[in-house]
């Protein structure tokens, strides 16, 4: 999966931050417990890995996904709900009127 | 030519039906998460984690508990309308600023109880294509300013 191959929680919480919207170094090192630079040489590694991109916008560097990463995010996000979703469904449906708190009868 | 891309993604959304009212069925889902949910490989803990904790309330916790009493963040419930609707913010193991949302409904159908989830909260750089454009807009009419400030100026 996407987030196994991160390998670090650091990296993980700057590709969710960047999930909702594009962000410069500053910003994502405002919003997290991490420094500038390390920000900075997480981001370099994330754009060598092709998850991210950059560009400039004035004076600002904006980091943002690429498409494909946004995607395996959401990807992973419906794939956990499918999973838990369908375990959900098999224990309400063997679950009988005398095993619930409160029973129909 | 500035380039937008609409890229926002949809919520990721899942419905399915259960033999069991509504007000079961948000039960199940609260309190009696600890019962369906795959703790290994979702969670903060583990195999350690044994339930999630839910106050039952708008600005309530929802804390994964482990056998050994730690506890761990996942959200904070945004909507809490039992047996109807819930919905939280959602960021297990994650810094709150990375949160997206959760809602979940329940409606009473033929066979029970219809639950509709929806989980979303990301966009992409097209969202960000509007601001894009008005900047620039703003950023020329900035420099037009000045320019014809600087003509008026020049030509006394």
């Known amino acids: ?105 | 030519m500035i380039e937008t891309q609409a890229t926002t993604l949809e919520p990721v959304r899942h419905r399915i039906e259960v033999p069991l009212t509504p007000a079961e069925a948000f039960e199940l889902f609260t309190a009696g998460i600890a019962r369906w949910w795959p703790f290994r490989g979702h969670s903060c803990s583990g195999e350690r984690a044994v339930d999630v904790e839910f106050e039952p309330q708008v600005g309530g916790a929802v804390v994964e508990v482990t056998r050994d009493g730690e506890r761990h963040p996942w959200g904070t419930v945004t909507q809490w309308e039992p047996p109807n609707r819930l919905a939280m913010t959602w960021h297990p193991a994650q810094p709150v600023e990375c949160a997206t949302q959760l809602e979940v409904r329940f409606a009473a159908s033929a066979a029970g109880c219809e639950l509709h989830l929806e989980h979303g909260g990301w966009s992409a750089r097209g969202d960000q294509a509007a601001e894009v454009l008005e900047g620039y807009r703003k950023g020329w009419a900035g420099v037009l300013g000045r320019f014809a400030a600087a003509a008026v100026e020049n030509g006394r």
Request: charged fraction near 25%; glycine fraction near 6%; proline fraction near 5%.
């Open chain 1, 1 to 105: 999966m996407l987030l196994a191959a991160l390998a670090d929680p650091t990296r993980e919480s700057i590709v969710r931050l960047l999930a909702d919207g594009e962000r410069s170094v500053g910003e994502i090192a405002a919003q997290l417990p991490v420094s500038r630079p390390a920000v900075s040489k997480h981001l370099r590694l994330l754009q060598d890995s092709g998850l991210v991109s950059h560009r400039a916008e004035g004076t600002r560097n904006v980091y943002a996904l690429e498409p494909a990463t946004l995607q395996a995010l959401r990807d992973e996000v419906d794939s956990l709900w499918r999973h838990a979703l369908a375990r959900y469904a098999l224990v309400a449906t063997n679950t009988t009127p005398g095993r619930t708190k409160r029973s129909r009868g």
